[in-house]
């Protein structure tokens, strides 16, 4: 037989030996005999890993004691108190010291020589040290000093034994070190393995037969996470009081077999510091149980942000809705009501519950943390009053919803300056929809057509128009019942009013009234679907409310914010994540300011035809990288009311750019866009030969003597000129007839001037 063999043999029979111990021969084994404390150190030689997260942990420095010097060294270095290492309050220093209560995160108290915590008394005195912002606090000022005992021990120690009667025994041995205000003994001061697992001798002695406690339920964490003797949640000074995670757990709808403590954090390591500490405090994150979930908010507010903020306070309150610890309550209340009326009861003292026992963080709290109050205090984003904030918060996490329009009122819920710009800008007038009356109330007040209430042409009513185009400034048409436009046909009617000058005039003599179909929309309406077939297929369908004279239909009439910024749904139910199209390019806004297929400046009757500063533009000096649409307008705002309506539609002066030209050799009376921007477009009328009503954004200026026929003009009259390199220039009667006059006197009220003297004195007009 082999040693190995003898050896095996001789252990079967030790164990069967010692079996039969303990009387009966043969009955349960004895119970191990009570076990001893041994400490975190004699753990961590078998669970290193584990000892090594947990002295980075909070836990064991929520009792420190002091051996007359400051402890720094006591704590890990990246906490708060080595990086603040204060010392105690006014009037004692470390030699007055017995213990430390916290340190390594919030704050740090003092208890003196004789056990008692140092308290502010009546005299108020600052002895509460806040690292979170560096200041000083009182502390139970109701307490004089040296008469407020520590019986703490049951959560800021390990293996407590409190003293039941230490105010009458007068035995000093049931106090910690024999201090007569610490009122029990314990084994170390803050919470070390053993306070959770249980003493650890009989587990030292021999591991695999005497197993520690390992609870892993919640339960064990509200041994301390806990405030109230009912589990409620406690609540003092407008927030919830500290040491309460497991009080707001059970209210919670995290209050589930599936979502306990330990299913989110890791009991050994720390949550405050778990960027620079060992281990993994936060060992779950909300997205891990919540994939599918959908948020109607930018992505820079995360998960905890609005259903954890801090709620709770510890040491100090940033302001009045954000303390120093997050809430684990994580529901929230939606409606439009703050912490007083909708989280706190009447005193104040505890969060309400509903019928099934839940509580609610009220919208306060989960939103100006990032936004602010009418007030201005909060966060450092928008401000929202508690009405707009429950708008938001009902449905923010509802799905994801189809690309569609949503309106520009629904924009205007966040942009409401730009939609305040945008609703006095003509852009929402270039069609507006009847409903048998005048529309007066439909445009802005300073307005064309509120200031001169024309009504249709002649033999048409209210009853009998669709839509009015324009309307804002310039003039006005109108669409008839079945959506044709309104023209003059071979009799020559008075079809189109003109509010420049409150006259009528022909539209389209050539077109005989109910024939001119609309498909205009692509420029004066959002959303325009045209109907390439209309005349064909018989299916009204395809037309706006099925009148066979809009050949396509749309969202809005007008250009709204969702024609260039795109469709809104999904931006305005999470704005950042869904960003809108946001395109400063001049192209944009060539969509609709441009006439000609080819981008070239088309012309008629002796002016550049209307909605063509796009085209002007390339054809212009402007056209660089440097300048652009964008830069000298605000697109929201007007240009023609500019003086009268909301926002600013000129944002450049031609000085803010050419700082260059320092001498003119002109007076003052002409400004610069008087010359190098004549109106030389017409939408409406032509005051004269030379003054249309919309001005040019050609600006460059042709100084030969030759006017607009022979030097900006084609020779057709349909197009403007351009040089080799694609210029364009504006003739001089353009730019001198509105103030001067020509030899036959039409023109401005200046002086007479021919093209010959125009163009002596304009040359050589801007050099020094």
């Known amino acids: 037989?082999?040693?190995?063999?003898?050896?095996?043999?001789?252990?079967?029979?030790?164990?069967?030996?010692?079996?039969?111990?303990?009387?009966?021969?043969?009955?349960?084994?004895?119970?191990?005999?009570?076990?001893?404390?041994?400490?975190?150190?004699?753990?961590?030689?078998?669970?290193?890993?584990?000892?090594?997260r947990w002295e980075q942990s909070g836990h064991p420095y929520k009792l420190t004691k002091i051996e007359g010097v400051s402890p720094v060294d006591s704590f890990p270095s990246f906490s708060e108190f080595p990086n603040d290492p204060v010392n105690p309050p006014v009037g004692l220093d470390w030699a007055d010291i017995s213990y430390t209560i916290g340190g390594y995160g919030w704050k740090m108290r003092w208890i003196d020589n004789d056990g008692y915590i140092v308290t502010s008394g009546a005299a108020g005195d600052l002895v509460q040290y806040n690292f979170e912002n560096q200041t000083w606090s009182t502390y139970h000022?109701?307490?004089?000093?040296?008469?407020?005992?520590?019986?703490?021990?049951?959560?800021?120690?390990?293996?407590?034994?409190?003293?039941?009667?230490?105010?009458s025994d007068g035995d000093l041995s049931d106090n910690q070190d024999r201090l007569s205000g610490m009122y029990g003994t314990f084994v170390a001061g803050g919470i070390h393995c053993e306070e959770c697992h249980g003493a650890g001798e009989a587990h030292v002695?021999?591991?695999?037969?005497?197993?520690?406690?390992?609870?892993?339920?919640?339960?064990?964490?509200?041994?301390?996470?806990?405030?109230?003797?009912?589990?409620?949640?406690?609540?003092?000074?407008?927030?919830?009081?500290?040491?309460?995670?497991?009080?707001?757990?059970?209210?919670?709808?995290?209050?589930?077999?599936?979502?306990?403590?330990?299913?989110?954090?890791?009991?050994?390591?720390?949550?405050?510091?778990?960027?620079?500490?060992?281990?993994?405090?936060?060992?779950?994150?909300?997205?891990?149980?919540?994939?599918?979930?959908?948020v109607r908010h930018d992505p820079e507010a995360t998960c905890v942000d609005c259903h954890m903020p801090k709620?709770?306070?510890?040491?100090?309150?940033?302001?009045?809705?954000?303390?120093?610890?997050?809430?684990?309550?994580?529901?929230?209340?939606?409606?439009?009501?703050?912490?007083?009326?909708?989280?706190?009861?009447a005193s104040g003292a505890f969060v309400e519950e509903d019928v099934n026992g839940a509580g609610q963080?009220?919208?306060?709290?989960?939103?100006?943390?990032?936004?602010?109050?009418?007030?201005?205090?909060?966060?450092?984003?928008?401000?929202?009053?508690?009405?707009?904030?429950?708008?938001?918060?009902?449905?923010?996490?509802?799905?994801?919803?189809?690309?569609?329009?949503?309106?520009?009122?629904?924009?205007g819920d966040c942009h409401s300056d730009q939609y305040d710009a945008w609703a006095d800008s003509g852009h929402p007038y270039k069609l507006t929809k009847i409903l048998g009356q005048a529309p007066v109330d439909l445009f802005p007040v300073f307005s064309g057509y509120p200031n001169d209430p024309v009504d249709p042409p002649s033999g048409l009513g209210w009853g009998d128009v669709s839509y009015t185009i324009g309307g804002y400034g310039w003039k006005m048409r109108w669409m008839d019942a079945d959506g044709y436009i309104v023209t003059s046909g071979a009799a020559g009617d008075l079809v189109q009013?003109?509010?420049?000058?409150?006259?009528?005039?022909?539209?389209?003599?050539?077109?005989?009234?109910?024939t001119k179909p609309y498909t205009c929309g692509g420029c004066h309406t959002t959303g325009w679907t045209a109907d390439d077939d209309a005349d064909i297929d018989g299916d009204l369908s395809d037309n706006q409310d099925g009148l066979p004279g809009i050949h396509?239909?749309?969202?809005?009439?007008?250009?709204?914010?969702?024609?260039?910024?795109?469709?809104?749904?999904?931006?305005?139910?999470?704005?950042?994540?869904?960003?809108?199209?946001?395109?400063?390019?001049?192209?944009?806004?060539?969509?609709?300011?441009?006439?000609?297929?080819?981008?070239?400046?088309?012309?008629?009757?002796?002016?550049?035809?209307?909605?063509?500063?796009?085209?002007?533009?390339?054809?212009?000096?402007?056209?660089?990288?440097?300048?652009?649409?964008?830069?000298c307008h605000d697109p929201h705002a007007s240009v023609k009311y500019d003086a009268d309506a909301v926002g600013q539609g000129m944002l450049l002066s031609c000085e803010d750019c050419h700082r260059e030209i320092t001498y003119i050799k002109h007076d003052d009376s002409a400004d610069c866009v008087?010359?190098?921007?004549?109106?030389?477009?017409?939408?409406?009328?032509?005051?004269?030969?030379?003054?249309?009503?919309?001005?040019?954004?050609?600006?460059?200026?042709?100084?030969?003597?030759?006017?607009?026929?022979?030097?900006?003009?084609?020779?057709?009259?349909?197009?403007?000129?351009?040089?080799?390199?694609?210029?364009?220039?504006?003739?001089?009667?353009?730019?001198?007839?509105?103030?001067?006059?020509?030899?036959?006197?039409?023109?401005?009220?200046?002086?007479?001037?021919?093209?010959?003297?125009?163009?002596?004195?304009?040359?050589?007009?801007?050099?020094?």
């Open 1 to 52: 037989m082999s040693s190995r063999s003898v050896s095996f043999a001789a252990l079967v029979v030790l164990f069967l030996t010692c079996s039969a111990c303990g009387g009966g021969g043969g009955g349960e084994p004895a119970a191990p005999p009570p076990s001893a404390f041994v400490g975190s150190d004699t753990c961590g030689q078998c669970h290193e890993d584990i000892l090594v």
């Open 141 to 167: 000022s109701s307490d004089e000093r040296g008469t407020k005992p520590y019986d703490c021990g049951k959560c800021h120690t390990t293996g407590w034994i409190p003293d039941t009667n230490p105010d």
């Open 205 to 294: 002695d021999d591991p695999f037969l005497v197993n520690e406690q390992v609870d892993s339920s919640s339960a064990a964490c509200g041994r301390c996470h806990t405030r109230d003797s009912q589990n409620r949640v406690a609540a003092k000074g407008g927030f919830i009081r500290h040491h309460e995670q497991y009080d707001e757990w059970l209210h919670s709808p995290h209050n589930t077999p599936a979502s306990g403590c330990n299913d989110c954090h890791d009991p050994h390591s720390s949550v405050k510091f778990d960027v620079v500490a060992a281990g993994e405090g936060v060992s779950r994150q909300c997205e891990d149980c919540h994939a599918n979930m959908t």
């Open 311 to 345: 709620a709770a306070k510890s040491a100090i309150a940033v302001n009045e809705y954000m303390g120093d610890i997050r809430t684990h309550i994580v529901a929230i209340n939606t409606d439009a009501v703050g912490k007083a009326d909708g989280m706190f009861d």
């Open 361 to 411: 963080v009220s919208l306060d709290f989960a939103c100006y943390g990032c936004h602010t109050d009418e007030s201005g205090v909060g966060g450092l984003y928008s401000q929202k009053t508690l009405q707009e904030l429950s708008q938001r918060a009902v449905g923010i996490h509802a799905p994801l919803p189809e690309l569609a329009f949503v309106g520009s009122e629904t924009c």
């Open 497 to 514: 009013y003109n509010f420049e000058d409150q006259s009528w005039s022909t539209y389209h003599t050539s077109d005989e009234p109910g």
């Open 552 to 631: 396509g239909t749309f969202f809005a009439g007008g250009v709204h914010c969702e024609q260039c910024h795109g469709m809104g749904s999904r931006h305005a139910y999470s704005p950042t994540q869904y960003a809108l199209e946001l395109d400063r390019a001049s192209a944009p806004c060539g969509n609709c300011h441009t006439r000609d297929s080819e981008n070239r400046i088309a012309a008629k009757g002796g002016f550049i035809r209307h909605h063509e500063q796009y085209d002007e533009w390339l054809h212009s000096p402007h056209n660089t990288a440097g300048s652009g649409c964008n830069d």
């Open 674 to 768: 008087d010359c190098h921007m004549p109106k030389a477009t017409k939408s409406a009328i032509a005051v004269n030969a030379y003054t249309g009503d919309i001005r040019t954004h050609i600006w460059a200026i042709n100084t030969d003597a030759v006017g607009k026929a022979d030097g900006m003009f084609d020779a057709g009259g349909g197009l403007v000129l351009e040089d080799l390199l694609g210029m364009s220039r504006v003739t001089l009667d353009f730019a001198c007839y509105a103030c001067h006059r020509d030899a036959s006197g039409e023109g401005g009220s200046a002086s007479s001037k021919s093209l010959q003297e125009l163009s002596a004195y304009a040359v050589g007009m801007h050099r020094p």
